[in-house]
Structure formats: structure tokens, C-alpha cells
């Protein structure tokens, strides 16, 4: 699935996305994770 937006996440908001998405990926009742958080180079790099 591709998103048709794009939410750009800073140094601050994208640990707590990552956070989210490894929840939700845990959780036996969930079968797919799509997100459209657009994490740089620049900010993974601090991850």
C-alpha cells in the first residue's frame, strides 16, 4: 500500500511512531501495519 501523503517525523516524533509500530506489530490480533510517517536519513541515523 502506498501512501498519498506523507507525514515527514522529526527527532522527537519518530521514536515514539517506531514505539507504536512495534506494538502493534506484537499484538496477535493485528494482521497488517501500514503507516505513512516519512522517517530521513538524518533522523534515523539518531535511532
Known amino acids: 500500500m502506498i501512501?498519498?501523503?506523507k507525514a515527514d517525523m522529526d527527532a522527537?516524533?519518530?521514536p515514539?511512531?517506531?514505539?507504536?509500530i512495534d506494538m502493534l506489530e506484537d499484538c496477535?490480533?493485528?494482521?497488517?501495519?501500514y503507516h505513512n510517517g516519512e522517517i530521513s536519513d538524518e533522523v534515523a541515523a539518531t535511532l
Open 28 to 33: 496477535d490480533d493485528v494482521q497488517e501495519v
Open 16 to 20: 515514539k511512531l517506531m514505539r507504536l
Open 3 to 5: 501512501p498519498s501523503t
Open 12 to 14: 522527537e516524533t519518530a
